[in-house]
C-alpha cells in the first residue's frame, strides 16, 4: 500500500510538471501571436499608407496625361493652321 501511495504522489508530480510546462507553452505561444498581431498591423498600416501613394500618383498621372492631350491638341491644330496657311 505504501508503494502505491509513493507511485501516486510521483504521477501527480508529473501531472504537475506537465501542466506547468504546457503552461509555459501556452504562454509563449500567446506571446508570439500577440507579437505576430502587432506585425500585421504595422504591415496593414504600410500597405494603407502604400495605397494612398499610389492613389496619389494616379491622380497627378492622370493630370499629366490630361496636359499632353492638350498640348498635343494645340500642336495639331497649330500645324493644320500652318499646313493650309501655304
Do not use: C, P
Amino acid at each position: 500500500m505504501h508503494y502505491l501511495k509513493v507511485a501516486e504522489i510521483r504521477l501527480q508530480q508529473e501531472q504537475i510538471e506537465l501542466t506547468h510546462k504546457a503552461n509555459e507553452l501556452s504562454t509563449k505561444l500567446l506571446l508570439s501571436n500577440e507579437q505576430a498581431s502587432i506585425q500585421s498591423n504595422r504591415n496593414a498600416d504600410l500597405m494603407n499608407q502604400a495605397t494612398q501613394g499610389l492613389a496619389q500618383s494616379t491622380k497627378s498621372l492622370k493630370w499629366a496625361t490630361w496636359v499632353l492631350v492638350v498640348f498635343t491638341a494645340v500642336q495639331a491644330l497649330i500645324a493644320f493652321a500652318a499646313l493650309f496657311k501655304h
